[in-house]
């Protein structure tokens, strides 16, 4: 499985992103995905994951602004994020396991088996 992760970008506070993450090489459907960032300085942080059972993990911190989706038909999972914040800045990688991992696994990076590239998304204050 490859992951394919775009749709970054400079963004003022409030601001909007959608960042995509195509999968190819096995359907998406079965898949949980993630997207994690990492800013500056700072440890690679779990945001949010869609299991492939479609129920949703969010940190807190994002909950009702960023919304993660799965279009089947072009095998993409996409990350909506609106109301942008400076600490939002980071580099966002999407990431994929097989099946549906427990929640208490979700914010683990060891769960997942596959990885995106990273694409870099900042936020202007």
């Known amino acids: 499985v490859q992951l394919q992760a775009s749709g970054g970008g400079l963004v003022q506070t409030g601001g909007s992103l959608r960042l995509s993450c195509a999968a190819s090489?096995?359907?998406?459907?079965?898949?949980?995905v993630a997207w994690f960032r990492q800013a500056p300085g700072k440890e690679r942080e779990f945001v949010l994951a869609?299991?492939?059972?479609?129920?949703?993990s969010y940190i807190e911190s994002v909950r009702g602004r960023f919304t993660i989706s799965r279009d089947n038909g072009k095998n993409t999972v996409h990350l909506q994020m609106d109301g942008l914040k400076p600490e939002d800045t980071a580099v966002y990688s999407c990431?994929?396991?097989?099946?549906?991992?427990?929640?208490?696994?979700?914010?683990?990076?060891?769960?997942?088996?596959?990885w995106g590239q990273g694409t870099q998304v900042t936020v202007s204050s």
């Open positions: 990431a994929a396991a097989v099946g549906r991992p427990i929640t208490s696994r979700l914010r683990d990076p060891g769960t997942y088996d596959y």
């Open positions: 090489g096995r359907t998406i459907g079965g898949l949980t």
């Open positions: 869609k299991r492939s059972d479609g129920s949703t």
